[in-house]
């Protein structure tokens, strides 16, 4: 099991119409995290490593659990289980000093930002790590 951080050096491999289906709910879940003022979650993501080829649903309605309850890797003998998980941080007053106190001194790379600019960099992180 895996979070975001985890697997940096890690690729979910499930070919591109699923990393289209795949990128398009995790921008859906994003925008509305970010409109709820959420930010500070993960990606969860579980592999399952299987001795033989995964025997990939064709054409399924919903390809986030079709492949033995997940979903097959196009390329690898495993199946993923994803989910976003950690979503209870507001972007309360707390958080808003912390970005402002953490940019003074550390510049742009702080990890408590605003739900807007948390949830942009989360989708395109994960965007980056699906293929």
């Not at 979070?3 to 690729?11: E, G, S, V």
């Not at 859906?28 to 299987?50: A, N, W």
């Not at 986030?64 to 097959?72: L, R, S």
């Amino acid at each position: 099991i895996y979070k975001d951080n985890d697997f940096r050096d890690r690729h979910i491999h499930v070919g591109a119409p699923r990393k289209e289906w795949l990128v398009t709910q995790i921008r859906r879940d994003v925008e509305f995290l970010k409109r709820m003022g959420i930010m500070d979650y993960s990606m969860l993501l579980g592999i399952y490593e299987t001795d033989a080829p995964v025997h990939r649903t064709p054409n399924p309605k919903n390809c986030f659990f079709a492949d033995q309850g997940g979903m097959g890797s196009n390329t690898r003998n495993e199946i993923y289980y994803i989910g976003i998980i950690d979503i209870l941080q507001d972007f309360t007053i707390r958080k808003a000093a912390e970005f402002s106190m953490r940019r003074m001194t550390q510049g742009k790379g702080v990890s408590a930002v605003p739900p807007k600019t948390y949830g942009d960099r989360f989708a395109a992180f994960m965007e980056d790590h699906i293929c």
